[in-house]
């Protein structure tokens, strides 16, 4: 029985497969190679040899000698197809991960803004603070990791016009204004006003370690946020070295950050409606609603209006 004699072999057995594979493989691999050479790719990186491999082993299961026709006259378009396919899958994924690809410039920034929140990644350390299981250590602070570029991708989008957008970033709105006032401070200024945490305990006159603590804290307990209603209705306790501003800002009556900007934007809400019914032919009201307009926002910084006549096109734009 020669190389390229099947005759005795049963068409589908094991060794029938075993024989066309051994024999062909060499074959297969070229037609890999001159597909690579058309598409420019190189034909082991690019997964090219395992179309081949895959449309040989196909071909091998289903050949029947016969029925007269050459092995290879019978698998060489179905192995080129599978090579081709292979090619065309990996163009497409080089295309959608280029520079020009939607969403690429926004996840630069995440990661850009990443190093700015967790300056230990530039050293090649993950941000955790436990000891000990290694594992559970580095799965945590993946976690933190996570939490940390949804935040600052919610925060980008926070514009998008996009409706499910807007509903998740509403409910991530709605629990965080619930923390305490001194976690929701530390949120702000790192993810809002792009403060670094050693920056704001100097401006509190605290132990820089003790805001990356609570940062870390905070983190971990908004991923447990989302995890089940089981766990939604805990509370994030304050670690000791920041009792005291959490105490002071108690004493002040100080709402946190979050609380302030979601009670602001409803009230734009009210605002802008009495204010836009004053545009109403003959509405007394223009003036008035105003002036209650810029005093609600005058603290916040939230939302400015322009000084003019209330008909005035570019207010209704700033509006």
Known sequence: MT??????????????VHRLV???LGWATSIAKSVARAWNMDWQLDGLDGGAYEGLLFCAKRFDPARGV?????????????????????????????????GDQEAREVSAKLFDVF??????????????????????????LLAGASLIAAFQESASENPEIALEYKQLMQIISQLEPVHQEILWAV??????MRNLA????????SVIREHKEILSHLCSQFEGPAVRNRRLKVRRGLRPIAQQLRRDNAKGAFARFTQTALLAIVLYDMLM??????????????????????NESILHVPEGDMTNPHIRTEL
């Open 70 to 102: 050459p092995f290879r006259g019978y698998a060489r378009r179905r192995i080129h197809e599978a090579c081709t396919e292979e090619a065309r899958k990996s163009k497409t994924w080089q295309r959608g991960t280029g520079a020009d690809a939607p």
């Open 22 to 24: 051994e024999d062909h």
């Open 202 to 209: 100097e401006e509190w006159g605290v132990d820089d370690l």
């Open 119 to 144: 300056p230990e990644l530039r050293m090649g350390i993950l941000p955790t603070n436990e000891e000990g299981d290694v594992e559970s250590a580095m799965r945590n602070s993946i976690r933190t």
């Open 277 to 298: 019914q004053g545009f109403a032919p003959g509405a007394p009201s223009q003036d008035d609603g105003l002036r209650r307009l810029q005093n609600a926002f005058a």
């Open 3 to 16: 190389d390229f004699d099947y005759s005795g072999l049963e068409p589908g057995s094991d060794a029938m």
């Open 191 to 196: 993810y809002y006003k792009d403060q670094s």
